[in-house]
């Protein structure tokens, strides 16, 4: 085993919700990108990761999830949850670059009625969603 997970984990709701398992993701290329950028001017900067569900539906068909349950974690769960070998990419950006990311983002959901609450300044998309605007604090 890799490691351990304390609670299950699936990525069967993560087009449109927060998933752990998005988030182990997410969590492991940030900590990565900080051990690599250590020592270097940008090592201090604010950091934002993302992940995408390669397994979340769609057209892999209604079985195309991960779910993984608490406890070993092993490389077959590694390879569920990132199947391709990407390249971890670290961009110095502006804020507004950012805004604009998010808002793309986001814009794959257009569909889905809004439900925006507000943490840390930002408005963070909650279950569904409809166009978004990205609100400043």
Same mark, same amino acid.
């Given at each position: 085993? *890799?490691?351990?997970?304390?609670?299950?984990?699936?990525?069967?709701?993560?087009?449109?919700?927060? #998933?752990?398992?998005?988030?182990?993701?997410?969590? #492991?290329? %940030?900590?990565?990108?900080?051990?690599?950028?250590?020592?270097? /001017?940008?090592?201090?900067?604010?950091?934002?990761?993302?992940?995408?569900?390669? !397994?979340?539906?769609?057209?892999?068909?209604?079985?195309?999830?991960?779910?993984?349950?608490?406890?070993? *974690?092993?490389?077959?769960?590694?390879?569920? *949850?990132? /199947?391709?070998?990407?390249? *971890?990419?670290? &961009?110095?950006?502006?804020?507004?670059?950012?805004?604009?990311?998010? %808002?793309?983002?986001?814009?794959?959901?257009?569909?889905?009625?809004?439900?925006?609450?507000?943490?840390?300044?930002? #408005?963070?998309?909650?279950?569904?969603? #409809?166009?978004?605007?990205? &609100? !400043?604090?």
């Amino acid at each position: 085993p *890799l490691g351990r997970v304390a609670a299950d984990m699936s990525t069967c709701f993560a087009q449109v919700a927060e #998933s752990r398992a998005m988030r182990l993701v997410a969590n #492991s290329m %940030e900590a990565h990108a900080r051990r690599v950028l250590a020592g270097t /001017p940008e090592a201090d900067l604010p950091m934002v990761a993302t992940a995408t569900p390669y !397994r979340a539906g769609g057209r892999g068909g209604a079985l195309n999830y991960t779910d993984i349950r608490a406890g070993e *974690l092993s490389v077959r769960h590694l390879f569920d *949850l990132c /199947p391709f070998p990407d390249t *971890l990419v670290a &961009l110095r950006i502006t804020g507004a670059d950012l805004v604009e990311q998010m %808002e793309r983002a986001a814009a794959i959901l257009a569909f889905m009625t809004p439900r925006v609450r507000r943490t840390s300044g930002w #408005s963070k998309i909650g279950a569904f969603f #409809s166009p978004v605007q990205m &609100l !400043r604090p």
